[in-house]
């Protein structure tokens, strides 16, 4: 495999050519990335050529029409899935009530969910709230020490009355990456289905939903170089299983049942300029075949880039005694998202790093409960330092001279 060409990649992102924005390195990715232009591009055309309303006869309502298509059937190809199998939303947390809404009509007084807590509220909040139905919401716990799931603790929570277990592909704070594939075999041989938070690793990568094995997947659209949008896989078997939650006469489209309001138009149709960008890097760095093996590239591409960007950051920070690193002190498997508990307010550390160029973010960053498991008072929060696979090298130097200033 090539190495990833960071100068070709960067010239993709218009922020780094922007000059407001120059002297400063951008480590809050895991609030939301830059866009790339490829998407910029479409946004733009669609809002000055396309800006009607989409799928009538006449040609500018025609294209509308097949651009926000063109989003759909390119992204499931890259996701591995069929392309009525993904839908839009106006966010991840949108996209997750709704799905609640339907699982609360379909469920009966007595079935169970898990949920964990090293969760992102979006993905936790929504369906704790079922146990107002009388569905009993059992709570697949972390390790307070090294804030890692365990899947013995899963298979003690697990039993004939589960019918969702829902966990995140990683966790926007502990950062490890979960291990998808084996702990939704077990929830699947328990007789239960899976709903993967994947906001928090998909900007590393877009995977494979197809040969995961998840029956649903959900990320955010703007936190992986896209429109403000939230993207969510359903599998055919359980969303055409599941009580339609759009108009009756939507009943039968498996991507309409669970998009209650109108979508926007622009944004899906802006969406597919992350296929375009994912396209444009895997043809630059010659990863030839079909769509979901091109994808799976450069998902490797990037992912090694960034370990390799990540481990100098780990030894750096976890080599202070001022600071408690949560999650694994190692690269390879968790995201480039490190949350340090400072043992004091981190937001104005943030303040202080801001003054050195450095663009971070201190709070709970909606994982309270995960902050709560580590003892870490949320009032107080973390210092989370982001980035993504167009991070410069000579940026987490930059980042890790900052932190010696002002930890």
Same mark, same amino acid.
């Given at each position: 495999?090539?190495?990833?060409?960071?100068?070709?990649?960067?010239?993709?992102?218009p922020?780094?050519?922007?000059?407001?924005?120059?002297?400063?390195?951008?480590?809050?990715?895991?609030?939301?990335?830059?866009?790339?232009?490829?998407?910029?591009?479409?946004?733009?055309?669609y809002y000055?050529?396309?800006k009607?309303?989409?799928?009538?006869?006449?040609?500018?309502?025609?294209?509308?029409?097949?651009?926000?298509?063109?989003?759909?059937?390119?992204l @499931? =190809?890259?996701?591995g $899935?069929?392309? %009525?199998e +993904? !839908?839009?939303? &106006?966010?991840?947390?949108? *996209?997750t009530?709704?799905?609640?809404q339907a699982?609360?009509?379909?469920?009966?007084?007595?079935?169970?969910?898990?949920?964990?807590?090293?969760?992102?509220?979006?993905?936790?909040?929504?369906?704790?709230?079922?146990?107002d139905?009388?569905?009993?919401?059992r709570?697949?716990?972390?390790?307070?020490?090294?804030?890692?799931l365990?899947?013995?603790?899963?298979?003690?929570?697990?039993?004939?009355?589960?019918?969702?277990?829902?966990?995140?592909?990683?966790?926007?704070?502990?950062g490890?990456?979960?291990?998808?594939?084996?702990?939704?075999?077990?929830?699947? @041989? =328990?007789?239960?289905? $899976?709903?993967? %938070?994947? +906001? !928090?690793?998909? &900007?590393?990568?877009?995977? *494979?939903?197809?040969?995961?094995?998840?029956?649903?997947?959900l990320?955010?659209?703007?936190?992986?170089?896209?429109?403000h949008?939230?993207?969510?896989?359903?599998?055919?078997?359980l969303?055409?299983?599941?009580?339609?939650?759009?108009?009756?006469?939507?009943?039968?489209?498996l991507?309409?049942?669970?998009?209650?309001?109108?979508?926007?138009?622009?944004?899906?149709?802006?969406?597919?300029?992350?296929?375009?960008?994912?396209?444009?890097?895997t043809?630059?760095?010659?990863?030839e075949?079909?769509?979901?093996?091109r994808?799976?590239?450069?998902?490797?591409?990037?992912?090694?880039?960034? $370990?390799?960007?990540?481990?100098?950051?780990?030894?750096?920070?976890?080599?202070? *005694?001022?600071?408690?690193?949560?999650?694994?002190?190692?690269?390879?498997?968790?995201?480039?998202?490190?949350?340090?508990?400072?043992?004091?307010?981190?937001?104005?550390?943030?303040?202080?790093?801001?003054?050195?160029?450095?663009?971070a973010?201190?709070?709970?960053?909606?994982?309270?409960?995960?902050?709560?498991?580590?003892?870490?008072?949320?009032?107080?929060?973390?210092?989370?330092?982001?980035?993504?696979h167009?991070?410069?090298?000579?940026?987490?130097?930059?980042?890790?001279?900052a932190?010696?200033?002002?930890?």
């Open positions: 495999m090539s190495q990833l060409d960071i100068d070709w990649v960067r010239a993709q992102f922020a780094f050519a922007e000059p407001t924005l120059q002297g400063q390195a951008f480590f809050e990715n895991a609030g939301g990335s830059y866009t790339c232009r490829q998407v910029i591009d479409r946004l733009t055309r000055t050529q396309r009607v309303q989409p799928y009538a006869p006449y040609d500018a309502s025609r294209l509308a029409g097949e651009e926000m298509d063109e989003a759909r059937t390119r @499931a =190809a890259m996701l $899935v069929d392309t %009525d +993904v !839908s839009f939303g &106006p966010s991840t947390t949108q *996209n009530y709704v799905l609640a699982f609360r009509q379909w469920m009966n007084p007595g079935d169970a969910i898990i949920v964990t807590n090293q969760d992102h509220e979006a993905n936790t909040g929504p369906w704790r709230r079922l146990a139905e009388g569905i009993e919401v709570e697949w716990r972390l390790n307070p020490e090294k804030g890692s365990d899947p013995a603790d899963l298979d003690n929570l697990l039993d004939d009355k589960v019918r969702l277990v829902c966990f995140p592909h990683c966790s926007n704070v502990v490890e990456v979960n291990d998808v594939v084996a702990i939704t075999a077990r929830a699947h @041989a =328990a007789g239960a289905f $899976v709903c993967v %938070d994947g +906001v !928090s690793y998909a &900007p590393h990568g877009f995977v *494979n939903v197809g040969e995961i094995g998840a029956d649903i997947y990320f955010s659209a703007y936190k992986t170089y896209g429109p949008q939230g993207v969510m896989v359903i599998r055919r078997d969303g055409m299983t599941l009580p339609n939650q759009a108009h009756y006469f939507n009943a039968d489209s991507y309409k049942r669970f998009t209650p309001a109108g979508p926007d138009h622009a944004q899906i149709a802006a969406s597919a300029g992350m296929a375009d960008y994912i396209d444009a890097l043809a630059h760095h010659g990863i075949g079909d769509a979901a093996t994808c799976a590239g450069a998902h490797d591409l990037m992912r090694a880039h960034e $370990v390799a960007l990540l481990q100098p950051l780990l030894d750096h920070v976890s080599a202070k *005694n001022s600071v408690r690193l949560l999650g694994p002190d190692r690269a390879e498997n968790r995201a480039p998202t490190v949350a340090l508990d400072l043992g004091r307010a981190a937001d104005p550390v943030a303040a202080e790093l801001a003054s050195h160029g450095i663009m973010g201190g709070g709970d960053f909606y994982a309270v409960r995960a902050l709560e498991a580590h003892g870490i008072d949320p009032e107080k929060g973390v210092l989370r330092l982001s980035f993504t167009y991070t410069h090298a000579d940026e987490v130097a930059k980042l890790m001279d932190l010696d200033t002002v930890l």
